[in-house]
């Protein structure tokens, strides 16, 4: 009888405990459970003073489970608010905004905020937790208080490369504000479309927003669709539908107008605002441009009377003059550009970008704005009140934090939603890198370079969608969830990566909702991943899945796994060159992609590796171990087999382990000149036995690895050696006439294989 009681108390207190598992994101400051329950009424009654255009969402998204009634008598009210009393937490002014506090009795639900906005996060908090206990009909007592840590928690959408509609538009922001993200970055000029109308020039929309045709598949294919493209623009009375939207959503609309870089679209249709006569169009390719606005009178005027209308249709703070990528081959040829430079004692053409920005700074400070911009205008000199997007990593918002300028940070390694988030062979085609669910949780947006003082100048963090691989709105909403959900909870300052798997259970309770409103969201995190690791002087293949492991079963002859391939236990061993492929089942049931991956072994595999210099974040996968890991890079793939390295040569030694008899080396570089990967320039063979003194055994330059295609295969003769050591020279800077002139050149890098 003791038992039989002992058993029935612990499964009541795990029921309570499961029951207390709130699967809310973003997770809250602070929740303390109370005692008793509060039922979900078939009628739910709101007081008088509940503010009646903030429900229409809540009374939609429920309208199957009760209806919503406002009464007079405060004691029969369900759902109630009220103000705050004075805070005794010291809060910056947006913390305050967007406070806010739910309290949970068995007879009511307490609303309390400072405004609105806070009201609005509130309802949103309350949703998630109604859609949690909807099924039980009744809500456990608690206590919420909650405010956010970052004062900028965006998304941005790129329209240019493919085009949204209105609607899909606004659904965008309702995914937004769902998840308690405050600011919409919408990306409306680019070289490939200009969808914004401008009234004072209306070729801007009858020319520059639409093209002959567009890019389609892996970029290195260079295909197209042969299919017109546009016109596609936004009226002016759908922005400010649009801005109306996001504002009753507690949203801010960035608009980002691009200057002085990826203006072909504008100089399409404005041909005498670039340095040479043109004519231009267009792009139909992905890519950076030579051809930019000019820095001359008239530009100016015509980029003043555009700004003239876009602040009129956005109220923000902000307005975004894009700034990156700019090349500067077009103003080094350009005899009006060479004589500004000399006129205003600029250094050189950087400064000249300097001069541009700061210029149009000046114009949108004196209509009471401010801009923002990608890191690229940190170039020659910040402009005076300009914040900083700092995307090509974390330097640019380090730099700007530490001059006292804001900062919004969003590097392309942690928050690029156009890059794969899953094995990419399972995954459709993206545009390279790999960030993961649990990479974009792992983000901290303040840098550890920063002192408490410089740390207050990063305003938030933002994830950006680039869309020349986005084909439609199916695909947006696969791009971005459930990765938004991670920047949600990044951005509200509540993440916490050592309790991923946390984080992670309650995304999946999250799908439940996301299937209800009929969302394309990636199942990746439900596949297989797998990861190379060293083992026993070779390798293993580690393979994991958000679900129970014992559910994995894989082979390694190269078939399809079936429910009586061999069940997963430990990292399997590989023993020589061979293909494994693994899949998940669950009650007798293929639920995942079949996941495959090719092994090449040389004696180099597995080998301990040193890198001089490191790879770029955004490629740098598995370090420098992805470079003797067995796996040949996919040409049409940069994720996960791939390292990048921007600027800089590889150096790579291997430890073979002991003395070895080896005659043969090769490697892979890229070329793909669109995205500035350029083959390397040169590459040089050293061997060694102490790590020490290193003996030149083979040399190529740049002609025989273009004539190779940079799939090299070098025969070094008969080598006895234990350390072996690759110098594979960087292209440099990219030279004129090619995309991203004057720029970095990328260098990417796969297996180095010795036989």
């Known amino acids: 009888m003791v038992r039989t009681f002992l058993v029935f108390f612990v499964l009541l207190s795990s029921l309570m405990f499961a029951q207390n598992k709130l699967n809310l994101i973003p997770y809250p400051q602070k929740v303390e459970f109370l005692k008793g329950e509060f039922v979900i009424p078939k009628v739910f009654k709101l007081g008088a003073n509940v503010p009646k255009q903030k429900y229409e969402y809540f009374r939609k998204h429920f309208e199957n489970l009760f209806t919503l009634q406002y009464i007079q008598k405060s004691d029969e009210v369900n759902l109630t608010n009220s103000l705050f009393p004075p805070s005794i937490i010291p809060l910056t002014k947006e913390q305050e905004k967007e406070k806010y506090a739910i309290e949970i ?150 608009p980002e107008i691009e200057m002085p870089g990826h203006a072909l679209a504008a100089l399409s249709a404005y041909p005498e605002l670039a340095c040479t006569k043109g004519p231009f169009e267009s792009a139909t390719k992905w890519g950076v441009f030579d051809d930019v606005f000019c820095p001359k009178d008239e530009t100016f005027t015509f980029l003043e009377n555009v700004l003239d209308e876009v602040m009129k249709l956005f ?174 909870e990044v951005g509200w300052g509540t993440s916490d990566p050592k309790n991923y798997k946390n984080f992670e259970n309650r995304v999946i309770s999250h799908f439940k909702i996301l299937d209800n409103m009929n969302v394309n969201y990636a199942k990746s995190i439900y596949n297989i991943s797998g990861k190379v690791i060293p083992s026993n002087n070779g390798i293993a293949y580690e393979l994991s899945t958000s679900q129970n492991p014992n ?75 992805t470079l003797v890991d067995g796996i040949i890079g996919n040409v049409k793939q940069l994720g996960k087999t791939w390292l990048g390295f921007q600027g800089k040569d590889v150096t790579a030694t291997i430890d073979l382990g002991q003395k070895t008899d080896f005659s043969e080396i090769y490697f892979n570089t890229l070329e793909n000149k669109g995205s500035w990967i350029h083959l390397a320039k040169s590459a040089k063979i050293f061997v060694s036995d102490d790590n020490k003194d290193f003996k030149i055994i083979k040399e190529i330059g740049k002609e025989e690895i273009q004539n190779a295609k940079g799939k090299i295969k070098l025969n070094l003769g008969k080598q006895n050696a234990k350390y072996l050591k690759i110098i594979i020279e960087n292209a440099g800077i990219i030279p004129a006439g090619n995309p991203g002139a004057d720029s970095k050149a990328w260098l990417f890098v796969d297996e180095i294989g010795v036989n």
């Not at 949690?132 to 405010?147: L, N, T």
């Not at 402009?383 to 530490?402: L, Q, R």
């Not at 890059?419 to 949780?441: C, R």
């Open 551 to 625: 559910g994995i079963r894989y082979t390694l002859d190269g078939s399809a796994p079936t429910l009586n391939s061999k069940t997963y236990q430990n990292p399997v061993a590989i023993p020589g060159s061979l293909t494994i492929r693994s899949a998940y089942f669950e009650a007798g049931q293929l639920k995942s992609a079949v996941s495959s991956q090719e092994f090449t072994i040389s004696k180099s595999t597995g080998k301990k590796i040193t890198l001089e210099q490191k790879p770029s974040e955004n490629y740098s996968f598995g370090g420098a171990f």
């Open 105 to 254: 009795t068995p007879a009511k639900i307490i609303i309390q905020s400072y405004t609105d906005q806070g009201y609005f996060l509130a309802l949103q908090t309350l949703t998630q937790i109604i859609d949690q206990y909807k099924e039980v009909g009744k809500i456990p007592a608690m206590k919420i208080e909650d405010h956010p840590k970052f004062a900028w928690r965006g998304m941005h959408l790129d329209v240019c490369r493919h085009f949204f509609t209105v609607d899909e538009v606004k659904q965008y922001i309702d995914y937004l504000a769902m998840y308690k993200l405050n600011t919409f970055h919408w990306h409306l000029t680019d070289d490939q479309g200009w969808r914004i109308e401008i009234k004072k020039y209306p070729k801007l929309t009858q020319i520059g927003s639409k093209r002959k045709e567009s890019m389609i598949g892996a970029y290195v294919d260079n295909t197209f669709d042969g299919k017109p493209y546009g016109p596609y623009f936004y009226t002016q009375e759908q922005i400010k539908d649009v801005v109306k939207y996001a504002k009753e959503r507690h949203i801010t609309v960035i």
């Open 315 to 488: 109220p923000s703070q902000y307005i975004h003059i894009g700034g990156d990528e700019c090349p500067k081959t077009r103003w080094k040829e350009c005899a009006h550009c060479q004589e500004l430079i000399k006129k205003n004692n600029l250094k050189d053409e950087h400064g000249l970008q300097s001069y541009f920005i700061h210029r149009i700074e000046k114009y949108i400070n004196s209509k009471g704005r401010k801009i923002i911009g990608w890191d690229e205008i940190l170039e020659g000199g910040l402009a005076p009140n300009a914040a900083v997007m700092s995307w090509t990593g974390v330097n640019g918002g380090i730099e700007a934090a530490k001059a006292k300028h804001f900062a919004v940070m969003t590097p392309g390694a942690y928050c690029y939603f156009d890059h794969y988030q899953g094995e990419p062979q399972s995954e459709p085609n993206a545009f390279g890198g790999f960030t993961p669910l649990d990479k974009v949780y792992s983000y901290n947006p303040i840098p550890a370079e920063l002192n408490t003082e410089q740390s207050q100048y990063i305003m938030g963090v933002q994830a950006n969608l680039w869309t020349e691989y986005i084909l439609d709105f199916k695909q947006v909403q696969y791009m971005i969830f459930p990765r938004l959900m991670a920047l949600s």
